[in-house]
């Protein structure tokens, strides 16, 4: 009979044993799952906080650029709506001074480089002042400059060229104040005359310029 109780009572011990063993591995198991979980929640929270304050920043630049596009659609529309372009001709003619403000601007400073265009221009005014064109030279760097069409932060480069014309020279100082009048920009580096007052040759070697578009460079970000 003491030896039942005996059995009895250990067994009731080893059973709470295993009770306690297993409670409290339950427990450390949750402790630790409730720890690994409240961490990734913070974290996925602390993510999520970011990527919301993320997409408020580029709403907010949206909204902004929005508002430049409008301001700029405006002012363009005003611009080019003039009766009278900026160099004072007619937006609708088609004489030296005619065309409209846009096109005008665009002719000023074109986004491309285009040699050829640049001689014929010269040549044009060359001719309306009665000059011979003894020769038009420069180096055409159109396949090095086929790199430049685009670029996110657009500069002026440079185009040199050199002209040399015979004629009077009063035709010539007119030439030379074309090219400082001209509504594209030329700097006029030196000039070389020879000959006398009626019969002149003048070499100039001057520079004007091209400006590249300038491209949207648009981008992804991660969110880390």
């Known amino acids: 009979m003491a030896k ?8 009731l011990i080893s059973k709470a044993n295993s009770t306690i063993v297993l409670s409290t ?3 450390a198991f949750v402790v630790v799952f409730c720890a690994i979980a409240s961490k990734t929640l913070i974290s996925q929270a602390s993510y999520q906080s970011r ?3 993320a997409k408020k920043k580029a709403l907010s630049t949206l909204n902004s650029d929005l508002a430049a596009r409008d301001s700029l659609v405006s002012s363009y529309k005003s611009f080019e709506g003039t009766t009278q372009n900026v160099l004072g001709g007619n937006p609708d003619g088609t004489g030296d001074k005619d065309g ?3 096109k005008i601007v665009l002719d000023a400073l074109p986004s491309k480089y285009d040699f050829p265009a640049l001689t014929t221009s010269i040549a044009k005014l060359v001719n309306a002042e009665g000059l011979t064109i003894i020769g038009i030279s420069g180096t055409d760097e159109e396949l090095t400059q086929s790199a430049n069409q685009t670029t996110a932060d657009p500069t002026p480069i440079t185009m040199p060229i050199q002209v040399q014309v015979a004629g009077s020279y009063d035709a010539i100082q007119a030439l030379v104040g074309d090219l400082e009048r001209s509504i594209r920009p030329f700097q006029i580096n030196k000039i070389e005359l020879t000959g006398s007052e009626g019969s002149m040759t003048a070499i100039i070697d001057a520079q004007t310029y091209y400006q590249p578009e300038k491209g949207l460079n648009i981008k992804t970000e991660v969110v880390k």
Do not use: G
């Open 100 to 102: 409209d403000n846009a």
């Open 4 to 11: 039942t109780a005996s059995f009895t009572k250990r067994a």
């Open 51 to 53: 990527v919301i304050s």
């Open 25 to 27: 591995a339950i427990a």
